[in-house]
């Protein structure tokens, strides 16, 4: 594997081995499979789950890994091509990247949205800059409109729950929070659960639709394995029968980079947190799902996240699982 990027680049059979992969190195963990390994992870935005979680995964699989962030003592990093670079900066990505990656036999980038265009962060501008300065093979552990690494691992948590695939009906919710946050998890949630062949609902209010081209990308993912894709404002509607919510906030896109129009109209909203009574119609077992971090009180309530259904730590658990499927067939631990 030279890049774990998109689980789109993936077929499902191939989605499925990976997960298998998890649950076996789960069971029969696999101490020396990587032994002289070296995974370089360039955290250009915050994390708990993904940087712990890489890290643990390496550990257990008898590699290791080193973590670099603009937290820590390095120069001030630019990304800007053909800039002079006279302010606080000292290095540019041009440099660092190759120089990171060259350390390691695999390379993890991430690096949010700038969500001030569109168009910009839909093209994954930073991201493709950064990976295309390097051979190295390299993960996605969040860009701007992507995150792989979070949809396996929930797509792994969803078997486990034996929640169907076919038939099986998934709520992509919008929540409130007070910041606007990027569109990278809900665009690779909506293409999970359609690729996994689930019928999802996107549920948002008005001006926080989901971009055209992601609806129409998990729509082919959809039809292909047999799922389907519908959008509504109606909470009633969408949460009818349903298995599972995954509740997730993101960026108004009428108003993507507008910051104050956005703050506006999210706050028309602050009745959308999840909460009990959001179950009234679903299936009786239904679900709770969040990537976490989450903010109790704002995004769900205390007691659906204290109650059975809530599966946010089983979430996170499963990345460390996932991403050492992923680490062992990326750097020969499968051979
Ligand atoms: N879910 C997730 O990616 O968490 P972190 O931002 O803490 O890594």
Redesign the pocket.
Same mark, same amino acid.
């Given at each position: 594997m030279k890049a774990f990027n998109d689980l789109a680049d993936f077929s499902t059979d191939e989605i499925r081995a990976l997960i298998a992969l998890a649950g076996r190195l789960d069971a029969h963990p696999e101490p020396d499979a990587l032994k002289g390994k070296v995974l370089s992870l360039l955290f250009l %935005? /915050? %994390?708990?789950?993904?940087?712990a %979680?890489f890290q643990a995964a390496m550990t257990r699989l008898g590699g290791g890994s080193f973590v670099i962030s603009p937290e820590m003592s390095i120069h001030g990093i630019e990304s800007r091509p053909g800039i002079v670079m006279d302010g606080a900066a000292a290095e540019h990505i041009r440099e660092a990247i190759p120089v990171i990656a060259s350390y390691g036999d695999a390379i993890g980038i991430?690096a949010f949205a700038e969500r001030k265009n569109l168009e910009h962060d839909m093209a994954e501008v930073e991201f493709h800059a950064m990976t295309d300065l390097i051979d190295t093979p390299y993960i996605n552990?969040?860009s701007a409109m992507n995150?792989p +690494?979070?949809s396996l691992a929930d797509w792994k948590t969803l078997d486990d729950l034996a929640i169907p695939a076919n038939g099986g009906k998934f709520v992509l919710s919008w929540a409130y929070h007070p910041k606007a946050l990027p569109l990278a998890?809900p665009a690779a949630t909506l293409h999970m659960a359609a690729h996994r062949g689930m019928d999802v609902t996107v549920l948002r209010p008005e001006g926080f639709e989901l971009p055209d081209q992601l609806m129409k990308k998990a729509a082919a993912a959809a039809e292909a394995a047999g799922g389907s894709i519908t959008e509504t404002d109606d909470r009633t509607a969408a949460m009818q029968d349903a298995h599972v919510i995954y509740a997730k906030s993101w960026s108004s896109t009428r108003h993507y980079g507008g910051r104050l129009a956005d703050q506006k109209l999210r706050e028309e909203h602050l009745d959308w947190c999840v909460d009990e009574p959001w179950f009234d119609n679903a299936k009786d077992d239904c679900r709770f799902m969040h +990537?976490? /971090?989450v903010r109790r009180g704002v995004v769900v309530a205390d007691n659906i996240l204290d109650g059975p259904r809530s599966v946010v730590i089983a979430e996170?658990r499963n990345?460390m699982l996932a991403q050492m499927a992923v680490l062992h067939q990326m750097l020969g631990g499968s051979r």
């Open positions: %935005s /915050p %994390s708990l789950r993904t940087l %979680s991430r552990m969040e995150h +690494c979070q998890v +990537c976490l /971090p996170a990345r």
